[in-house]
């Protein structure tokens, strides 16, 4: 195998892992039994027109022949659009990292506030060895971590149907996956949001992932299959959610397809005490998960880290140091579930801003855009305003301290749009 079928296979497997996250595992089976065929038709349709995006992005920062950062600060020179895109990021990281340990530590720690510290503790400290020590070879080792995900899942899905399934009473909800439900608001809401997740625009890794390839790379090859893999992989998720859980506790799956994000907390919790008569699937399950976490987190952690390299003019590990000892002081102030599902709401409000920042660079750059391009960036943007205004609205619903989730996104939008003020703009090259 040549080095570029070698690189394209590593960076298309890449491109899934970091696409699939937990939400994958666990928030698109919900979408799907919760609105049926209808709600998969229109996430597919969001997904389709967000991934052509993230291509575009990737092909105009590879064929600029700048550095990503480079965009924002020498053609755009937005600087502060990066640092957003780096706030979001960090954000994330300081409450996801507690998420993703306590798949493996929960059953030990339980999922409360030393919990969720201690869990973070650990993660931080392996993404703090890997993004210091591998050095060139962290590529490889998320692309290696993302390829175990990829095959773990297809295995879990059918150990699932061979051991567990019960034909009588997974008959119902296989039945509402391709149930027909009239277009609603929350439908659109949780489609849109899931495709965005699902593609994971608004971190910029597809900037930067444009930045790492040369034009030999095909980068719609490499990133509508990554998103496809990362898509199969939520079909087969949903199964084996269904097979899983539907013998043992019919109501708590109901109660799954028909809520929210508490109600997945709640079935994730629960599996534990469900397949505890199967350990050996428990285990499998717990590294799946775990693994889809991690996938999603080195690559956020690497745009991350290179923003502060390139911005901050630093070298690798002191750039690894910052981001580490931010991430730990603003993950332990968010450890509190509460405060960490704030947390949760904000960065789920901001990424429809920064998705728009990350596009900002592709119309101020040389190569200008095609029809085609612009159309689709024009659609995508009407998309994530919408889903801005949508989301904002569902956070001051929620009332209390989800007011500061509001208060973080706009706090994400002014540092976007006067970052400069903070660091000064360069001259125009």
């Known amino acids: 195998m040549d080095q570029i079928k070698k ?141 175990i995900l990829v095959i773990l899942v297809p295995i879990i899905a059918v150990l699932f149907k061979v051991q567990l399934a019960n034909p009588a009473s997974t008959a119902h909800f296989k039945g509402l996956l391709t149930a027909w439900r009239p277009l609603s608001f929350g439908m659109l809401r949780e489609a849109a949001d899931r495709a965005l997740y699902g593609v994971g625009l608004g971190f910029g890794f597809y900037i930067m992932l444009g930045s790492f390839m040369s034009e030999r790379f095909k980068a719609k090859h490499i990133i509508s299959l990554g998103v496809f893999i990362q898509y199969i992989i939520g079909i087969l998720s949903t199964y084996a959610v269904i097979y899983s859980v539907a013998p043992y506790n ?47 987190i080195l690559p956020a952690s690497e745009v991350d880290l290179q923003i502060i390299q390139s911005m901050f003019k630093t070298n690798r590990m002191k750039a690894a140091v910052y981001l580490t000892l931010i991430v730990l002081t603003l993950g332990v102030l968010d450890s509190p579930p509460l405060i960490a599902d704030m947390f949760l709401k904000a960065v789920s409000t901001s990424i429809f801003i920064t998705s728009i920042f990350e596009i900002y660079p592709v119309l101020e750059g040389r190569i200008k855009p095609t029809l085609l391009q612009l159309s689709t960036i024009a659609i995508a943007t009407t998309i994530f305003l919408i889903g ?36 000064p703009k360069p001259e125009a090259s």
């Open 7 to 147: 690189w394209t296979f590593y960076l298309t497997i890449l491109v899934a892992g970091f696409a699939t996250g937990i939400g994958t595992i666990g928030l698109f089976p919900q979408m799907w039994l919760k609105y049926g065929m209808s709600g998969m038709l229109v996430h597919v349709i969001f997904l389709a027109i967000l991934t052509y995006l993230a291509i575009i992005e990737s092909e105009a920062v590879m064929k600029s022949g700048y550095y990503f950062t480079e965009l924002y600060t020498k053609i755009s020179r937005k600087p502060g659009m990066v640092m957003a895109l780096l706030t979001v990021g960090i954000m994330f990281l300081s409450y996801y990292t507690a998420n993703v340990g306590l798949t493996l530590l929960s059953p030990v720690l339980g999922v409360g506030t030393v919990a969720r510290l201690i869990a973070k503790l650990i993660m931080i400290g392996l993404i703090f060895l890997i993004i210091t020590r591998a050095k060139e070879k962290t590529f490889v080792i998320m692309a290696l971590g993302a390829l």
């Open 388 to 423: 801005f205004a949508i989301q904002t609205v569902y956070d001051a619903r929620l009332g209390g301290i989800y007011y500061l989730s509001i208060l973080l996104a706009l706090f994400v939008i002014a540092l976007g749009f006067a970052g400069e003020l903070i660091k």
């Open 250 to 296: 019919p109501d708590l799956l109901q109660r799954y397809a028909n809520g929210g994000e508490e109600q997945a907390i709640e079935l994730m919790g629960a599996l534990p005490k469900v397949l505890s008569g199967h350990p050996g699937l428990l285990a499998l399950l717990g590294l799946t998960i775990f693994m889809a976490g991690l996938t999603s």
